[in-house]
């Protein structure tokens, strides 16, 4: 059953913890096994009894419980009672349950706090929800350790933050990794969004500077400058001398990597933003057209629904016609039929009078029906074309709110291209401004 699965995987992490040998633990782990376990017995009889009430119940299901209502109602309760007691005893043992992972965890940070790492471990991998929080617990442990590429393996499963990024680039660090340090920085500064993070990532990719650096990144400067310069944009609006220092930054960079003047190098990057400003323009009318002939695939889709939609109507309209004789039609048989059946009653000396009757009623329905059909032809017409009209009309309104509609529908399409123009335009004057103010 679920609940004596609940208390075996309670009770072997409670006997496991209780090992601890932490006499401030051991005592609350030791009273809560005690319950554990009286809970468990308490659990064991409504549990059987209950087992016994359902085989029980079901013999009165279907026809042998015909008879025996009161006797199903008082299993009924009873079982109702038993269920009762046992969920209430369930609940019991997943908070026991809760609390025991609580305090194996709390075991496992004591050990940890203490320099024993390999208990802690232990410890913590006896947590059922080996959630991020746990993970780096393990992690910082197996770091303890020095045990570094086991600590990256756990950081490595926990939800991607820059925060997680930063331990594993110190781990990396610290195992004499600086390829992999420097992989794992860029990681994090790329792109940058300047927070606390990226900061420290971004002091640190420059203290971690080894013999093969170049080798391994040919082309580290200009990423670095790229972020120093990302750095400027963000810092721009609340720091103009912040952004200064960090577009500086950025230019000397890239001096040291093309060997140039730093006004020279400025520049550069000026033409390169306005080159990315134009390119985003170019993008943009480029989707001014594929936005207008969407427009016109929209239009044109809707002028040929109209066309199908009046094409079905002019189909119905001729089908109009056939479906009232057929109508018609179909009166007449049912009359001739009516009447063919009132002469065979009316012929036969064992007919009833009863009969009769009714075999005159339907005559005079049959007819009554034939002079409505004859009569409401122009009403039958119109219902049979109702549809294929309606469908007409509906494809013109679709074809006039699409008219209407045709500056917000292009405005739409091109909204995201319109977005990154601009802001191609806005980092393309930050820039000139940067470089007018320090070259």
């Known amino acids: 059953m679920k609940s004596n699965n609940i208390i075996k995987t309670a009770l072997v992490l409670t006997l496991a913890a209780s090992t601890c040998g932490f006499a401030a633990n051991e005592s609350d782990i030791e009273n809560l096994e005690k319950k554990l376990i009286f809970i468990e017995n308490q659990l064991f009889t409504p549990e059987l009894r209950l087992d016994d009430l359902h085989k029980e119940r079901s013999q009165y299901d279907g026809i042998s419980g015909w008879f025996k209502g009161s006797k199903k109602k008082a299993l009924d309760a009873e079982i109702e009672k038993q269920e009762s007691e046992v969920n209430k005893l369930a609940n019991e043992m997943n908070k026991l349950s809760s609390d025991i992972q609580s305090m194996v965890f709390e075991v496992a940070k004591t050990f940890e706090g203490k320099g024993n790492y390999d208990k802690a471990i232990e410890y913590y991998m006896k947590v059922s929800n080996l959630n991020d929080t746990v993970r780096a617990r393990i992690a910082a442990c197996y770091k303890a350790k020095k045990d570094y590429q086991q600590a990256i393996r756990w950081l490595m499963d926990m939800s ?246 045709r500056t917000n529908i292009i405005e739409k399409y091109i909204a995201p291209y319109k977005k990154e123009a601009n802001k191609a335009k806005d980092l393309m004057t930050i820039i000139k401004n940067l470089h007018s103010a320090n070259y």
Not at 195 to 222: F, G
């Open 160 to 405: 991607r933050t820059d925060s997680t990024l930063l331990e594993v680039v110190d781990c990396y660090h610290l195992d004499k990794c600086p390829k992999q340090a420097i992989h794992w920085l860029f990681e994090i500064l790329e792109p940058f969004q300047n927070n606390a993070a990226e900061k420290t990532a971004l002091k640190l990719i420059e203290e971690y500077k080894y013999s093969d650096l170049l080798y391994d990144y040919p082309n580290y400067y200009t990423r670095l400058s790229d972020i120093y310069i990302d750095k400027a944009f963000a810092n721009y609006k609340n720091s103009v001398g912040t952004a200064n220092s960090d577009y500086k930054k950025a230019v000397e960079l890239r001096c040291q990597e093309n060997n140039e003047a730093a006004s020279t190098v400025s520049m550069k990057i000026v033409s390169a933003y306005q080159g990315k400003y134009t390119e985003a323009l170019e993008i943009l009318n480029r989707q001014k057209e594929a936005a207008e002939r969407n427009y016109q695939d929209k239009l044109r889709n809707a002028e040929n629904e109209i066309s199908d939609a009046e094409h079905r109507l002019r189909r119905a309209i001729a089908d109009s016609e056939r479906h009232y004789m057929d109508m018609v039609r179909n009166a007449d048989m049912a009359l001739k039929r009516a009447e063919d059946n009132l002469r065979r009653i009316e012929s036969n000396p064992e007919s009833t009078q009863q009969q009769k009757d009714s075999a005159r009623r339907s005559v005079d329905n049959a007819r009554r029906e034939i002079e409505r059909v004859r009569r409401e032809k122009p009403r039958i017409i119109h219902d049979y074309l109702r549809p294929y009209e309606n469908r007409v009309k509906e494809a013109k309104d679709e074809k006039d709110k699409l008219v209407r509609d």
